[in-house]
């Protein structure tokens, strides 16, 4: 049997399950919060499944950032 110093055959399919599970977690603990905080702000709770699509919970944190909220007093 020759050595072709190339990874095993099986290390592709464990290197993806902790891939998943990498990308399962970050997105859980982006979806969480965001479902919480998304109707203080006035805003559907269903729009915390955005941030499964990458940069999709960055791009809605600084859409929550830059957004008056209800019950924001304005300026005298």
């Known amino acids: 049997m020759e050595e072709t110093g190339a990874p095993p055959a099986d290390a592709g399919m464990a290197m993806s399950g902790s891939l998943f599970l990498w990308l399962l977690a970050n997105a ?11 109707p203080r ?3 559907s709770r269903y ?3 955005i941030g ?3 940069l999709g919970g960055t791009i809605l944190l600084w859409i929550l950032a830059l ?4 019950g924001e007093m304005t300026g005298t």
């Not at 859980?28 to 998304?38: A, E, T």
């Not at 957004?67 to 209800?70: G, N």
């Open 28 to 38: 859980i603990l982006w979806i969480v919060p965001l479902w919480f905080l998304l």
């Open 41 to 43: 702000a006035g805003m």
């Open 47 to 49: 729009l915390a499944l």
């Open 52 to 54: 499964v699509i990458p």
């Open 67 to 70: 957004k008056r909220w209800p």
